[in-house]
Protein backbone atom coordinates (compact mmCIF):
# COMPACT_ATOMS: atom_id res chain seq x y z
CA UNK A 1 0.00 0.00 0.00
CA UNK A 2 2.78 2.56 0.92
CA UNK A 3 4.92 1.75 -2.42
CA UNK A 4 2.26 2.02 -4.50
CA UNK A 5 1.96 5.70 -3.25
CA UNK A 6 4.61 6.10 -4.76
CA UNK A 7 6.14 8.84 -1.72
CA UNK A 8 9.45 6.32 -2.17
CA UNK A 9 8.90 3.66 -0.12
CA UNK A 10 10.54 0.13 -1.33
CA UNK A 11 10.54 -3.28 0.38
CA UNK A 12 14.25 -4.29 0.73
CA UNK A 13 14.97 -7.71 -1.14
CA UNK A 14 16.67 -10.12 1.97
CA UNK A 15 20.22 -9.13 0.34
CA UNK A 16 19.23 -5.18 -0.11
CA UNK A 17 18.66 -5.29 3.72
CA UNK A 18 22.02 -7.15 4.14
CA UNK A 19 23.47 -3.82 2.45
CA UNK A 20 21.73 -1.15 4.42
CA UNK A 21 23.07 -3.05 7.74
CA UNK A 22 26.22 -2.91 6.42
CA UNK A 23 26.38 0.52 5.90
CA UNK A 24 24.67 1.75 9.27
CA UNK A 25 27.58 -0.54 10.76
CA UNK A 26 29.96 1.10 9.54
CA UNK A 27 28.64 4.27 10.49
CA UNK A 28 28.22 3.02 14.23
CA UNK A 29 24.69 2.70 14.08
CA UNK A 30 23.59 -0.54 15.21
CA UNK A 31 20.27 -2.23 13.44
CA UNK A 32 19.04 -5.33 14.55
CA UNK A 33 17.87 -6.78 11.09
CA UNK A 34 13.90 -7.63 11.70
CA UNK A 35 13.72 -4.20 13.12
CA UNK A 36 12.43 -2.47 9.71
CA UNK A 37 10.06 -3.67 7.33
CA UNK A 38 10.76 -1.16 4.58
CA UNK A 39 13.28 1.80 3.18
CA UNK A 40 12.09 5.37 2.19
CA UNK A 41 14.63 7.06 -0.23
CA UNK A 42 14.91 10.62 -0.43
CA UNK A 43 16.30 10.86 -3.60
CA UNK A 44 17.35 7.98 -5.99
CA UNK A 45 19.60 5.42 -4.68
CA UNK A 46 20.97 2.03 -6.16
CA UNK A 47 20.27 -0.40 -3.11
CA UNK A 48 21.94 -2.63 -5.14
CA UNK A 49 25.68 -0.96 -4.70
CA UNK A 50 27.30 -1.10 -1.53
CA UNK A 51 29.19 2.41 -2.29
CA UNK A 52 26.14 4.52 -3.67
CA UNK A 53 24.55 2.92 0.11
CA UNK A 54 26.98 4.32 1.61
CA UNK A 55 27.30 7.35 0.27
CA UNK A 56 23.45 8.01 0.12
CA UNK A 57 22.84 7.18 3.70
CA UNK A 58 21.85 10.53 4.64
CA UNK A 59 18.51 9.85 2.21
CA UNK A 60 17.44 6.68 3.53
CA UNK A 61 15.17 6.27 6.14
CA UNK A 62 14.30 2.80 7.56
CA UNK A 63 10.65 2.48 8.35
CA UNK A 64 8.31 -0.38 10.84
CA UNK A 65 4.97 -0.81 9.48
CA UNK A 66 2.25 -1.10 12.04
CA UNK A 67 -0.66 -1.58 10.56
CA UNK A 68 -4.65 -1.50 11.54
CA UNK A 69 -8.19 -2.37 10.22
CA UNK A 70 -10.17 -1.26 13.09
CA UNK A 71 -12.53 1.44 12.11
CA UNK A 72 -12.60 2.93 15.41
CA UNK A 73 -9.24 4.53 14.37
CA UNK A 74 -9.18 7.98 13.74
CA UNK A 75 -7.67 9.92 10.55
CA UNK A 76 -4.68 10.86 12.92
CA UNK A 77 -4.61 7.64 14.44
CA UNK A 78 -5.84 8.66 17.45
CA UNK A 79 -7.61 5.31 20.02
CA UNK A 80 -4.65 3.52 18.00
CA UNK A 81 -3.23 0.65 20.31
CA UNK A 82 0.09 -0.70 19.17
CA UNK A 83 3.45 -2.37 20.20
CA UNK A 84 6.79 -1.63 20.16
CA UNK A 85 9.25 -3.84 19.84
CA UNK A 86 12.74 -3.55 22.21
CA UNK A 87 15.07 -4.00 19.37
CA UNK A 88 12.48 -1.33 17.53
CA UNK A 89 13.30 0.97 20.17
CA UNK A 90 16.78 0.46 20.73
CA UNK A 91 17.13 1.16 16.38
CA UNK A 92 14.50 4.05 16.80
CA UNK A 93 17.09 5.78 19.51
CA UNK A 94 19.85 5.02 17.67
CA UNK A 95 19.09 5.87 13.93
CA UNK A 96 17.09 8.87 15.22
CA UNK A 97 15.84 10.81 12.48
CA UNK A 98 16.73 8.02 9.96
CA UNK A 99 14.47 5.43 11.49
CA UNK A 100 10.45 5.97 11.62
CA UNK A 101 7.01 4.12 12.23
CA UNK A 102 4.86 4.27 9.59
CA UNK A 103 1.24 3.59 10.87
CA UNK A 104 -1.29 2.61 7.97
CA UNK A 105 -4.87 2.04 8.22
CA UNK A 106 -5.39 -0.97 6.00
CA UNK A 107 -9.06 0.09 5.82
CA UNK A 108 -8.72 3.51 4.69
CA UNK A 109 -5.12 3.72 2.92
CA UNK A 110 -4.25 6.11 5.35
CA UNK A 111 -0.90 6.72 6.58
CA UNK A 112 1.05 8.31 9.48
CA UNK A 113 4.80 8.48 9.60
CA UNK A 114 6.39 9.21 13.23
CA UNK A 115 9.69 9.36 14.73
CA UNK A 116 10.26 7.60 17.93
CA UNK A 117 10.20 10.76 19.49
CA UNK A 118 6.99 11.95 17.93
CA UNK A 119 5.28 9.17 19.63
CA UNK A 120 5.51 9.64 22.60
CA UNK A 121 4.56 13.07 22.40
CA UNK A 122 1.67 12.33 20.97
CA UNK A 123 1.23 9.02 23.50
CA UNK A 124 -1.49 9.41 25.83
CA UNK A 125 -0.49 6.48 27.57
CA UNK A 126 2.44 4.00 27.95
CA UNK A 127 1.50 0.14 28.67
CA UNK A 128 5.52 -1.42 29.17
CA UNK A 129 4.85 -5.26 29.04
CA UNK A 130 6.82 -8.47 28.38
CA UNK A 131 6.74 -11.35 25.67
CA UNK A 132 8.40 -14.34 26.68
CA UNK A 133 8.99 -17.40 24.30
CA UNK A 134 9.82 -20.62 25.67
Known sequence: MLV????????????????????FAKKNK???GKAFDIVKELSPIDVNDQSDIEANLKKIVLYEIK???????????GKYFFSLSTAELLVAQNLRDHYKFAFVNTLTAEHLELTLAEIFAKAKGIYPSWSIMF
Request: overall charge positive; glycine content about 2%.
Open 67 to 77: STNKSVVTPEF
Open 4 to 23: AKNIGFTVPTARQKQRLLIA
Open 30 to 32: VIY
